[in-house]
């Protein structure tokens, strides 16, 4: 079936050290995949975005996995900073009617001065 | 500036009467969707619209309709909302459905139905 999920539901980090946020998938015909920032209060943010013929993506500061064996994703944040605390979704396109994108349930991410 | 811009952040109602939520995009954009975001559930997808005069059941239709007259709004109307409708909900805007059309999202809305 199709889902997105998370393996970890909240994620605390010092300040200064690299975040490591996972997601899983189940749909092996998923063209790409994309990670969402949510601050309180805020619509969801895009970061970065991953297509399925690709390993590995890099941006500022955030590096996006793509392990297509294990159907497995993660989203690294490197020297986590207070303003990087939010909540972060995965999902996936590309896969259903409508390009209709599948987010997986969500991780809070929370850093610790 | 780009945005997606959403009418009203919050909204209180009773059961039963009708409401509209309006949702409007200046990006140009071709497809809209409608989102619902519950504890636990994540976001989930209402309707969508590829474009104008285009629209498409997402995962949780019931109760909700939408409209496309125009490419820049996709209003979401709830004919008899009921209390199982309380939740935040988005409006999002892409240019497109393939690779690089990210989805920019509204500020949400936060409706409760008593």
């Known amino acids: 079936g199709e889902s997105v999920g998370l393996h970890l539901p909240t994620l605390s980090v010092q300040e200064g050290d690299n975040s490591i946020i996972n997601c899983a998938y189940s749909?092996?015909?998923?063209?790409?995949f994309i990670w969402y920032k949510q601050e309180s209060g805020k619509g969801p943010q895009f970061i970065i975005d991953?297509?399925?013929?690709?390993d590995k993506r890099q941006g500022q500061r955030v590096t996006v996995l793509l392990n297509k064996t294990v159907k497995h994703l993660s989203l690294q944040i490197a020297a986590t900073q207070p303003g990087d605390s939010a909540v972060y979704f995965c999902?996936?396109?590309?896969?259903?009617?409508?390009?209709?994108?599948?987010f997986g349930g969500g991780t809070r991410l929370m850093v610790k001065p | 500036e780009a945005q997606v811009t959403q009418n009203p952040r919050y909204l209180i109602t009773v059961t039963g009467k009708k409401l509209t939520v309006t949702c409007s995009q200046n990006?140009?954009?071709?497809?809209m969707s409608w989102y619902r975001q519950d504890p636990g559930l994540g976001l989930r997808q209402i309707y969508y619209?590829?474009?104008?005069?285009?629209?498409d059941k997402g995962d949780v239709p019931e109760g909700y309709k939408v409209s496309r007259k125009e490419k820049r709004n996709f209003p979401l109307i709830l004919e008899s909302p009921s209390p199982n409708q309380t939740s935040l909900y988005f409006c999002?805007?892409?240019?497109?459905?393939?690779?690089?059309?990210?989805?920019?999202f509204g500020q949400g809305t936060r409706l409760t139905v008593v």
């Open positions: 999902a996936e396109n590309g896969s259903r009617a409508g390009n209709m994108l599948t």
């Open positions: 991953i297509r399925s013929n690709m």
């Open positions: 749909n092996s015909a998923s063209d790409y």
């Open positions: 619209s590829m474009n104008v005069e285009v629209t």
């Open positions: 990006m140009n954009h071709e497809y």
């Open positions: 999002a805007s892409r240019k497109g459905v393939g690779w690089n059309t990210e989805a920019f």
